[in-house]
C-alpha cells in the first residue's frame, strides 16, 4: 500500500506533536518532526518535478504543432 501525505495528516502530526505527552519525549518528538519534514519536503520536490516534466512536454508539444503548420500539415494533429 502507497503512503500519501494529505494537508489533513500534515496538520494532525503538528498537532499531535504540539500535545503535553511529547514534551515527556523531546527525542522522539523531535524525530518525528525530522521524518516529517523530509516527507513533505519529498512531496514538494516531486511536484515541483512532476510540473516540471509537465512544461518541458508541453513546450515540445508546441514546437511540433508549429513546425506542423510551417509545413503545412494539419490532418496528422487532428487525428
Given at each position: ?15 499531535v506533536?504540539g ?28 511536484s ?13 508539444w ?15 494533429l487532428?487525428?
Amino acid at each position: 500500500m502507497r503512503y500519501s501525505l494529505k494537508l489533513t495528516s500534515f496538520l494532525q502530526y503538528f498537532v499531535v506533536l504540539g500535545k503535553s505527552i511529547f514534551l515527556h519525549f523531546r527525542s522522539i518528538s523531535n524525530k518525528l518532526k525530522k521524518v516529517v519534514s523530509i516527507r513533505v519536503e519529498m512531496c514538494i520536490k516531486s511536484s515541483i518535478s512532476h510540473l516540471h516534466k509537465r512544461d518541458f512536454i508541453m513546450m515540445y508539444w508546441a514546437k511540433i504543432q508549429s513546425n506542423c503548420d510551417m509545413l503545412g500539415i494539419k490532418e496528422m494533429l487532428n487525428e
